[in-house]
């Protein structure tokens, strides 16, 4: 029953973007994928460059041996949330320009929320 309830997880979670954004062409859901991806990935950043500079400030304001430690390790947290968020954004444009996607247009989504 736990496999039959991923399986359908799993395919609820590949066919609901196509039902809710009502995509005529696999094209066009990766279009808008990509343009939820890009309005996210600016805000993602931004936190990670907060939490490195929370690591920074906590660092600089304690003199605990232990307290720097972990702001260290905040500091090297941040650094690697920062890398990981753009390397993936960049490994995604160059899957999508690989598979022909043009990455260079603007993909602003537009359109409404849906009505109950």
Same mark, same amino acid.
């Given at each position: 029953? /736990? /496999?039959? &309830?991923t399986f359908m997880g799993v395919v609820s979670a590949a066919v609901l973007p196509v039902v809710t954004f009502a995509v005529d062409k696999v094209g066009d859901l990766i279009v808008k !994928? /990509? $343009?939820w991806v890009g309005a996210l990935v600016p805000i993602l950043t931004g936190v990670a460059v907060l939490y490195f500079i929370y690591g920074v400030i906590t660092f600089i304001g304690v003199s605990d041996a232990e307290k720097k430690s972990e702001a260290r390790t905040t500091?090297?947290?941040g650094i690697?949330?920062? *890398?990981? !968020? &753009?390397g993936l954004y960049g490994i995604s444009? &160059? &899957?999508l #320009?690989?598979? $022909? *996607?043009?990455?260079s247009? #603007?993909?602003t989504v537009t359109g409404t929320l849906p009505s109950f």
């Open positions: 029953m /736990k /496999k039959f &309830l !994928i /990509k $343009g500091m090297i947290q690697i949330g920062i *890398v990981c !968020i &753009l444009n &160059l &899957l #320009s690989t598979a $022909g *996607v043009d990455t247009q #603007s993909t």
